[in-house]
Structures are given as structure tokens and as C-alpha cells.
């Protein structure tokens, strides 16, 4: 006799073993020993092998999408709870390749204690992910019909013959001034609507497409509930139905608009010539022999003739009179096109000419339009003056000054090239003491007697304050010092109108001589300000040289102003959250989600100034984790409570000071907890001398991080040595290659064979790759040939303010919903 429990186990087996054949993922939850077991097939079906795991894991919670865990929990407990007659969710779960697979997961209680307590669950987990996408891509197919119909303002509708009903959307129920609710109503009800005028030609013409299964179209008025009268055009068509009477259905749309505009053209072509005889612009037109058929009265006052005398003038014998009209551009008529700039007794005007076309594209005639840009002109002269001019000194100013010295440096290899920094000492004393009046007076003598001193080809700026700023081209060591002398001298001697008690005006002078090219202009200059802080530090009313000797001591100068002007910024805000997206190399002119949180510094004269003109500074003072938390906090307090909405992960680069930081992971939860933001919408990048200066409380901190849902990138990784050993250490969710291999990959086959290794290995570990520093589409072609999913650089988006591109995620996303709101309506 055969034994019953056998039995079972044997049919146990039978089933588990078809289902496997069909391809499924059977499981089996012993509860009493809370062990699950996974077939041969379900591993397969994710890519694995059952070797590949241990015996203790527990795949579902390993291999599960964080944002299905707990609904696929639920419908777990549900079903032991005896609330539920089985088990049956959707989820995703994690192919070893590194992408997600949706599995429909089905399964049932099978066997219970004495007590009635489950104690055995058997499921089967279905590969539905083309199902997904098929129902992705049908969503997507209507979504777009839906977007053309609504953009274009169009309603559709259909009549059904049999049953003499319709059926009108939201649109159509719009357009007639009903409820905007999809509906369907009475047959008789379109023809209530019709204008008494327009009735019988827009039924004749419905009726016709009925009867001769054809497409109309026709244009009509009705007369809505709230008694406007507003102008439609339908495009209906007769569609059969087998069996039946079959349908008339088409598109509505309301050309109210249309039809108001076609009257208004008319009336417009009606007024044209009064409208242009009372403009003040001149207008000609002419035949396409260039006799003048029209002029209006601007026109007449311009060329100083009555509109008879012009009339019937051929327009080229007046232009071509070079004594009273001369180009200030060209002589050349065809020019005119474009517009010339014509002096005319003392007067400028600006002149274009347009061809007057027929329906068919053959010109018969020109207009000549001339604007008086007199004033224009002169305001654009003061204006292009008052930019490169100080107001107070008539000196160059600070960006007239910038732009000088950039094209004087690029000539420092032929010439060598002196700047000098000019501080004046006491003067706030002179402020203080005889009022800003005689301060401002002081200036402008300081600026005349200098000015004197200068060889020909000096630039002498005001930069702002009491501080100047002269370039001498050609200057070596020997006549710069014995130009800071008589500069020197001559502020010495500036004569002041009034008696001050205090000391006299002196002048600090730093002097830097360049003679390589390649040093930029904001660099060049700051060793001349530090030669200035230099001679003020020996005494003031001297003059100083910039050398390497002493860049160590003037930089620490230039450093810790830095430091101070950073400080200064994060009290008045003028530090700026900037955004780079990281794209997908796949679809690189689309947004996938991710980017980079990065600072600039908006200086006191509203210039913006990049990462590397602080960053250092922190970094040396120690406020590098005062600011990471600064830029952490600013961030997620004005969007963190939008990240998800604006479906966005933001990530934000860790300095060695803030990884050593053993209170930063509880600071984080604080701020994330106070702005309502996802963890899994952060995202953090450390580098590898970030985390070598303290292993053991980055490490602690990378735990904790991913533990609760956060990304952790390796930044610039294969920069270092130990780059390949940190992640085995680490347990980061993506690698982000240094640019350094990336900028060459195209002529490079080492830095392309060193990348490839990197993606293999990546594709491994199941970690993401962005490759860094994207410059060009050469660069994102090699790196799609070698399987890099993401990129960053400026070639795919240069950086821009975050709350500009939160602010467009928003718009587009609420489009989104907007479109799905109507849909579902």
C-alpha cells in the first residue's frame, strides 16, 4: 500500500518539476525553520546559478527592489494571516547582469500544523518584464494621441445610426459649452445647437457622409447655453459596421479665432496706408524697376520732398546722390537686405529693404523701411563708453581691465609684461576725516597725475575703491621699479583741497612681471595684489615684487582673504547650488535622474566664481565639512521635499574633513527627516584620498549609507593605487571613472583597454559606470563601444543653477500628471 505522505512528496516533486520545465521560478518557505528554497529555474531566470549563492541567503530580501519590499511582504502576510486566499503581487527583482526583471509571484499555504498554523508556502515567480514594457509602450502610443488631440484643440465624437446616440469627449462637451466630461447623449442634441442660418447646409453635409460614405468637411455656428456664438469646423466620415447601420464619427474643433482673425486681416489690409502715414518710420514702396509707387509722410520729411515728388522717382537715383546721402556701412546696394546704416543731413538711419511676393513666390515690387537711430546711436556711444569707463576717474574700469590683461598675457612669450596693483594708503583716513567729496577728488587727481607718468600702451584701470591697476607691455625689472617710484612719489605729492589731520596719501604698489603665456589672468593678477599685501605688510607707501620666494607667505595671504570672502558668502547667501546631470550614453540628449550638487561663489561684484577659487582655501582653514554640510542642508532644505516628485537623485561630493566626521551619517538622517526627503533620492561621491584619511569612519558612514537606500559612488576612481582594493572595502553602488582616462580615450588605446577592464569589472559587482570630463561626441561614441552606461561632462550638459533645473523638472512633471489627470478623467 502506498504511504499517503510519500505520496504527496512525490507529486510535490512531479509539479515542481513542470513548472520548472515551463520555465518558472518555483519556491518552497518551510516556516518552521524559515527556510526558502529556490529552484534551478528561478536562479536561471535571474541570470544566476544556485552556486552562486550560499546556503544561508535569503534571495528574495537580497535580490528584491527596495521599493517593492515591503508590498511584497504584505501580500506574504496577508496570505498567512488568512486574509488573502493566496499570495499574488508584482515585483522586480535584480538579474545578475545589474538590471531589473518584473516577476508576477503566485503562491499558497500547503500545509498546516494540528493547530491549523501554516507551516509550508509553495509559489512560482513569472518573467512578465516584456509584458511590462508592452504595456509601457501602449500607455505611451495613447499618451501621444492623447498630447496631438489635446494640443490641438481638437474634439472627437461618433454617431452611432442604429441606436441614434452619440458619444462626445471632453473636449467636444467643451467646445459646446457643456460639462467637460466624456458623455454619451442623445442624437438630437447636436442639432439644438446649430445657428438658424447654418442649420440645413451643416445637416445636408453630415447627412452626405452618411449617405455616400464619404469625408466632409464643413464650417459652422452654433449657439451655446450661455448664448455665445462661437464658429466650428467638423471632419466627419461614415465608417461601416457589419451587421448594423455603422457609424458616422469625426473631429470638432472650434475656429472662432480663425475666423476672427480672417476679419481682422481685412479690415487691417483696409487701414494699412492711413497706419503708415502716421508712423514715424519712413516706408517706401517701389515697383521692381525701383519707381516709388508709395510713400508715406516720415518718408517725405527724411529725403526733404513732398510724397508728390517722390511719387513716380526712381528709388535708386535718391540713394545713389553721395551728396546728400552717404553709407555708413556700404555703397553696395545689396546690402540693403540685411539693413545699412545711411547718413542723411546729419541724421542716421537705418535702412532694409523687402521684397513684396505674391502667392506664388514672384516678386513685383520692394519696400524700403528707415528708422531714425539717431538718438540710438549716440546712447549706444555712451553707453559702450560708461561699460569699459569708471564714472568717477574716467579710467578703465575692472572689465575692460580683465579683458586687456587676457590678450596682453597671450603676447608674454615675445614681449614680457609688467602689472602693477595700486593700494592707497590712509585713504579711508581722507574719507573719515574730510568727508567721501574730498576722497572722490583725491581720486580723480591721483588718476590725472599717473596718467601723465604712463609710455605709450599702458592700460590704466580703477578696479574698484582706492585700488588701480596698470599693465606695462615690454617692462623689465629695472623700469618697473623706476615706474612704482615716480608713481609713488606723484600720490605723495597730490595736493588736497582741504586740511586733513592724519598722515598724508601714500600708495602701496605690488608688481608681477609675466613672461609665460600659459598663466591666467585671474592668477596673474592676484600675484600682483599679493606683491601689493606684501609691500603694505613692510611699511606701506613702497613698492613690492612677486617672486617664488615668497609666494609661500603672500598665497597664505591670498588664502586666508579667500577664506574670510567664503565666509562672508555663506552668511549672505552668495554661495550658489549649481546642478550637472549625469546621462544615460544610451538616449546622452536625455534626462535619466541623476546629477552632481556643485558650488559657485558669487563674488561682490555678482561674477560667478568656480569651486577652484575656494575649495583650496576651505580645505587648507579647515571649513571643508562646514561647507559640505552648508551645501548638504541649503540643498535639501529648499528641494529635498521635491525629489521624488521631480523623480531626481541629487549627489554631493565628501571631503576627507567630512568622512572623518563620526557624526556626519546622524546629521544627515536630521536634515533628510526635517525636509521630507528620500534617502533613496541622495546620493554620495567620495574619493580615494578622501577615505585613506580616516578608513575605519568612512567605511562606518558608507554602511550606514547604503544601508538606509543611498547610492555611493567612488569618485576618480583608477586614480590611485588602491582604488581596486576600496571596493572590495566599500560597498559602493557605482564607479565613476577618473576623467583623466576618459579626455584621451580616442587616441589612447591604453586609457581605452584600462576602461574596458573597468566596465567588465563593474558589470561583475553589478555596479553602475559614469565615465567623467565628456567633452566630445567622439569621446561618448568610443565609451558606448565599450559599454558605459552613464557619462558627465560638459559636452552632455554644462552646469547650470540647481533651482533652474528643478524648476523645469517640476514644469515637465506637472505636465505629466496634468496629462495623466485628463486621461483618467
Known amino acids: 500500500m502506498t504511504n499517503p505522505d510519500t505520496s504527496f512528496v512525490n507529486d510535490t516533486e512531479r509539479w515542481q518539476r513542470a513548472l520548472e520545465a515551463a520555465g518558472l521560478g518555483v519556491w518552497d518557505w518551510n516556516l518552521k525553520t524559515n527556510v526558502c528554497i529556490y529552484s534551478e529555474s528561478w536562479c536561471r531566470m535571474l541570470g544566476y546559478r544556485r552556486s552562486d549563492f550560499s546556503e544561508t541567503d535569503d534571495l528574495f530580501l537580497l535580490l528584491i527592489h527596495p521599493d517593492d519590499r515591503e508590498r511584497a511582504i504584505e501580500s506574504g502576510d496577508r496570505h498567512l494571516a488568512g486574509k488573502t486566499d493566496g499570495i499574488e503581487t508584482e515585483l522586480r527583482l535584480q538579474h545578475k547582469a545589474g538590471h531589473w526583471v518584473w516577476v508576477l509571484d503566485r503562491g499558497a499555504v500547503i500545509e498546516r500544523d494540528e493547530d491549523g498554523n501554516p507551516v509550508r508556502v509553495i509559489g512560482v515567480q513569472t518573467d512578465i518584464t516584456q509584458q ?162 508709395f510713400a508715406n509722410a516720415s518718408a517725405a520729411k527724411m529725403f526733404s520732398q513732398s510724397v508728390e515728388e517722390l511719387i513716380g522717382t526712381n528709388i535708386y537715383s535718391i540713394l545713389r546722390d553721395g551728396e546728400k546721402i552717404r553709407s555708413i556701412q556700404t555703397d553696395q546696394m545689396k546690402d540693403f537686405n540685411e539693413g545699412v546704416i545711411l547718413e542723411l543731413d546729419g541724421a542716421l538711419y537705418r535702412c532694409r529693404r523687402s521684397p513684396i511676393l505674391s502667392t506664388t513666390g514672384e516678386c513685383f515690387g520692394q519696400v524700403y523701411t528707415s528708422h531714425d537711430i539717431t538718438s540710438d546711436y549716440n546712447r549706444r556711444q555712451q553707453l559702450a563708453y560708461a561699460a569699459n569707463h569708471d564714472a568717477l576717474s574716467g579710467l578703465y574700469n575692472r572689465v575692460a581691465f580683465d579683458n586687456a590683461l587676457e590678450h596682453a598675457i597671450s603676447k608674454a612669450a615675445v614681449e614680457h609684461l609688467a602689472i602693477f596693483y595700486l593700494d592707497l594708503d590712509h585713504f579711508k583716513a581722507l574719507n573719515d576725516f574730510a568727508g567721501h567729496a574730498a576722497g572722490d577728488e583725491a581720486l580723480k587727481a591721483i588718476a590725472e597725475r599717473i596718467t601723465a607718468l604712463l609710455p605709450e600702451g599702458a592700460f590704466f584701470a580703477r578696479l574698484g575703491g582706492d585700488e588701480f591697476a596698470i599693465l606695462l607691455p615690454d617692462y623689465d625689472r629695472t623700469s618697473a621699479e623706476n615706474f612704482a617710484t615716480e608713481a609713488i612719489a606723484a600720490v605723495r605729492d597730490v595736493s588736497l583741497s582741504c586740511a586733513v589731520n592724519g598722515p598724508r596719501l601714500g600708495c602701496s604698489i605690488g608688481i608681477f612681471v609675466i613672461d609665460d603665456p600659459s598663466i591666467g589672468a585671474s592668477d596673474a593678477l592676484a600675484r600682483a595684489d599679493d606683491a601689493c599685501y606684501a609691500a603694505k605688510s613692510a611699511g606701506r607707501n613702497r613698492y613690492a615684487f612677486f617672486t617664488e620666494s615668497r609666494s609661500t607667505r603672500t598665497s597664505g595671504l591670498s588664502a586666508a582673504r579667500e577664506v574670510a570672502d567664503l565666509t562672508e558668502a555663506l552668511d549672505d547667501n552668495r554661495l550658489i547650488l549649481f546642478g550637472q546631470e549625469i546621462r544615460s550614453l544610451q538616449r546622452p540628449n536625455e534626462q535619466c535622474g541623476r546629477l552632481e550638487i556643485l558650488a559657485r561663489l558669487k563674488d561682490r561684484d555678482g561674477r560667478i566664481v568656480g569651486p577652484g577659487a575656494f575649495i583650496p582655501a576651505a580645505e587648507r582653514f579647515g571649513m571643508a565639512a562646514m561647507l559640505d554640510r552648508w551645501i548638504i542642508r541649503r540643498a535639501l532644505a529648499e528641494h529635498g521635499h521635491r525629489l521624488r516628485s521631480v523623480n531626481l537623485k541629487v549627489g554631493f561630493n565628501l571631503s576627507a574633513q567630512t568622512l572623518c566626521d563620526p557624526t556626519l551619517w546622524p546629521f544627515i538622517k536630521e536634515v533628510a527627516e526635517e525636509n521630507l526627503t528620500p534617502l533613496s533620492q541622495i546620493a554620495f561621491e567620495i574619493t580615494e584620498t578622501a577615505a585613506v584619511s580616516c578608513f575605519e569612519t568612512a567605511e562606518l558612514f558608507v554602511r550606514s549609507a547604503r544601508r538606509h537606500g543611498c547610492t555611493v559612488s567612488l569618485d576618480d576612481f583608477g586614480s590611485g593605487l588602491s582604488s581596486f582594493d576600496y571596493l572590495r572595502r566599500f560597498p559602493v553602488s557605482c564607479i565613476k571613472i577618473d576623467g583623466a582616462f576618459v579626455e584621451k580615450i580616442v587616441d589612447s588605446r591604453v586609457d581605452r583597454a584600462i576602461i574596458a577592464s573597468i566596465v567588465e569589472l563593474a558589470k561583475n559587482l553589478g555596479f553602475d559606470v559614469v565615465a567623467e ?53
Open 132 to 293: 511590462k514594457q508592452v504595456e509601457r509602450d501602449t500607455s505611451l502610443v495613447n499618451e501621444r494621441f492623447r498630447l496631438a488631440l489635446t494640443a490641438a484643440e481638437i474634439g472627437i465624437w461618433h454617431f452611432d445610426v442604429a441606436r441614434g446616440r452619440s458619444f462626445w469627449d471632453a473636449k467636444t462637451c467643451e467646445i459646446f459649452g457643456l460639462d467637460t466630461i466624456s458623455r454619451e447623449i442623445d442624437g438630437d442634441t447636436w442639432h439644438t445647437f446649430l445657428h438658424p442660418e447654418d442649420r440645413h447646409e451643416a445637416e445636408t453635409k453630415h447627412f452626405q457622409a452618411l449617405r455616400e460614405k464619404s469625408e466632409v468637411k464643413v464650417r459652422y455656428r452654433i449657439i451655446r447655453p450661455d448664448c455665445q456664438i462661437r464658429y466650428l469646423e467638423t471632419l466627419a466620415k461614415s465608417v461601416p459596421n457589419q451587421g448594423g447601420a455603422g457609424y458616422l464619427v469625426g473631429t470638432i474643433r472650434d475656429v472662432t479665432s480663425e475666423v476672427e482673425a480672417e476679419r481682422a486681416l481685412q479690415t487691417e489690409k483696409e487701414r494699412y496706408e492711413i497706419t503708415l502715414g502716421a508712423i514715424n518710420d519712413a516706408v517706401v514702396s517701389t515697383s521692381v524697376e525701383g519707381v516709388i509707387n
Open 773 to 825: 570630463k565628456i567633452e566630445s561626441e567622439k569621446v561618448v561614441a568610443r565609451l558606448q563601444q565599450l559599454g558605459v552606461a552613464y557619462g558627465q561632462g560638459f559636452h552632455l550638459h554644462k552646469p547650470e543653477p540647481l533651482d533652474d533645473i528643478i524648476a523645469r523638472r517640476s514644469v515637465e512633471n506637472g505636465r505629466m500628471a496634468a496629462g495623466i489627470a485628463a486621461v483618467g478623467s
